[in-house]
């Protein structure tokens, strides 16, 4: 009689790959918790670049403002003049300062002098024009750097004076594009009939009249509106060229036109990081400011001029 024979089990062949891989439910709840994390974390990586970059600006600013400290401890403690007559509200000039805040509205003689680049007259400090620019600011940059008058506008005196077509201004201005994000406060750089007749300060705003004020923090270097002033539909207000700016002739001028497309800004860039933005004054230092804290620091009494009803915040 035969033994009985032993059962054999038979071993199910293993499936790897299910042991290996994800089904489908499992990579949809892996896909949905690395949208949460991405969700968590985005904005979290976009504040702290934007945190880089406001750092930057305050660097740039501060190598800009002591720029300005070294050529005015050159220069008997004063910038560069635009214009050696007394400026009114409009623009004009008259060389002998008027008698009454009435007077100092407009009237007076044209002005033919071609502007002065401030950035150009710092570039012996500065010696990089790259600190010129706002990591923040996105608008087209100058793709030529000039270092000297002759090659950012071919050194012209008058504004009649047709532009070299090869001169920084020239390219910038067909290509609308950014020579600098930050606009120098023009109390610096020329003398407003205005102030002079109101006792806010007499003449330029040097370095002896500026520590003579009750309170000397004035605001040197503002940021540069650049997106409105180089916009090619902004006929009303816009201006390549400029670099300065001034408050004599009111709030509005600085953060709100009043009309058209661009009525709602103006010259200065007040919220260029955040609710906020970056100020230099006289003695170097740097502040992150919004509007509401700012505006008073662009007057030399710290008297706003033609005041916003809502100003912006």
Known sequence: MNPPRAKCRREKPTRLHDDAGFNLIEQLVVISIIGILSAMLLPALMRGREQARRISCISNLRQIGTA???????????????????????????????????????????????????????????????????????????????????????????????????????????????????LLNSIFTHKSARYAVEGAINGFATEAAVSALPDPNLILFSERNSEALNAYDNDAYGNTGQDDYDTWVGEGALVRWGSGKYGDQGWIRFSRHGKAANYTYPDGHVALLPWSKARRDQYPDHIVRRPLRDPQP
Not at 90 to 116: F, M, R, W, Y
């Open 68 to 182: 300005a400290m070294l050529y005015m401890a050159d220069n008997e403690g004063s910038l560069f003049h635009h214009h050696e007559g007394w400026v009114l509200d409009d623009g004009s000039q008259v060389n002998v300062l008027p008698t009454s805040p009435a007077d100092c509205i407009g009237g007076g003689l044209g002005n033919s002098q071609a502007e002065k680049a401030w950035v150009i007259y710092l570039q012996p400090y500065l010696r990089n024009r790259e600190v010129g620019f706002c990591p923040t600011d996105a608008t087209p940059r100058s793709r030529f750097l000039a270092g000297t008058p002759r090659s950012f506008n071919g050194a012209i005196r008058s504004s009649s004076d047709p532009l070299p077509l090869g001169s920084e201004l020239a390219l910038a201005i067909s290509n609308r594009s950014t020579i600098q994000s930050y």
